[in-house]
């Protein structure tokens, strides 16, 4: 569920820092593989469909610095860190998810960022900074999955550090706070294990079917080129690392605890961490 979540919600500076992959399962997708999976009573604990509930998160990682002034728009804490003209014309980067990036000013408190790889949209992101510069409010569409419905939500942040004098009104530091208006295909995934094998899909076109010993497998319908490795550490406790290119860029912990939640706690490769719980919504087993 990486990008399923962890990775939409930080889609303000995701397709720049092209850190996770998009793992997202649309309603009835959801529904169709949740009623192929064991029932209740049989099967492993992991399979089902798992929805997270957003008012659980907790994040721990650095502010989000921007930078909008002169002419150039910087992303300070993208890894690695961007810096374009803001014009409104694309120019190119290097990034996973992106081999464009077009930034223009809208007004004093609104910008908008448009993300683009082979010619096609990857992902859309407005800015709106409050009257008193104090929220910035980041409205997104994660398109990155070709042929798949977009991954859509919005989330707000709260200024900790002041925008340098003359700089644009979202320029600052800012610190992750409420997420709202996230689509379904942001916060449910399904999965399903079977003779060794950890089955994934999503309604975004993205799936794999990882053997259970932390060897590689890549993730199909994946632009950025990901590749997944899955561990059982235990009976209810299943490990997923992420890397591309040979380089670990996430590992994500899944707990499916004693009343048949799953307690997630995702890693990025730069080391910070967030977590939240997920509730079975259809099929699967509970113990």
């Not at 820092?17 to 399962?25: A, E, K, M, N």
């Amino acid at each position: 569920m990486r990008k399923t979540l962890v990775a939409a919600l930080a889609v303000s500076s995701l397709l720049a820092i092209g850190s996770c992959r998009q793992t997202t399962v649309s309603a009835n997708q959801s529904t169709n593989q949740a009623a192929a999976a064991p029932s209740a009573g049989a099967g492993s604990p992991i399979d089902g469909t798992w929805k997270t509930d957003i008012s659980t998160l907790k994040f721990n990682r650095p502010p989000d610095r921007f930078l909008l002034q002169g002419g150039k728009f910087s992303c300070l804490t993208c890894m690695p860190p961007l810096t374009i003209a803001a014009d409104g014309a694309f120019h190119a980067v290097d990034r996973p998810y992106a081999d464009h990036i077009a930034v223009k000013v809208d007004d004093a408190h609104r910008v908008t960022r448009i993300h683009q790889k082979n010619g096609r949209t990857t992902a859309t992101v407005k800015f709106l900074a409050s009257d008193d510069g104090n929220t910035l409010t980041v409205s997104f569409v994660d398109s990155s999955t070709p042929g798949a419905k977009p991954v859509t939500g919005s989330y707000t942040e709260t200024r900790v550090a002041p925008a340098p004098a003359g700089a644009h009104a979202i320029s600052g530091s800012w610190k992750h706070g409420n997420y709202s208006n996230m689509s379904d295909e942001a916060l449910t995934a399904t999965f399903r294990e079977e003779g060794g094998v950890l089955h994934f899909s999503s309604a975004s076109g993205q799936s794999y079917d990882a053997k259970l010993d932390g060897s590689d497998t890549p993730v199909k319908g994946d632009i950025g080129g990901t590749t997944a490795a899955v561990k059982k550490i235990s009976d209810n406790v299943y490990q997923e690392t992420d890397k591309r290119g040979g380089k670990v860029i996430g590992t994500m912990t899944m707990t499916i605890t004693p009343d048949g939640k799953m307690e997630v706690k995702d890693q990025s490769g730069e080391g910070s961490t967030t977590t939240y719980v997920a509730t079975r919504q259809q099929g699967g087993h509970s113990r």
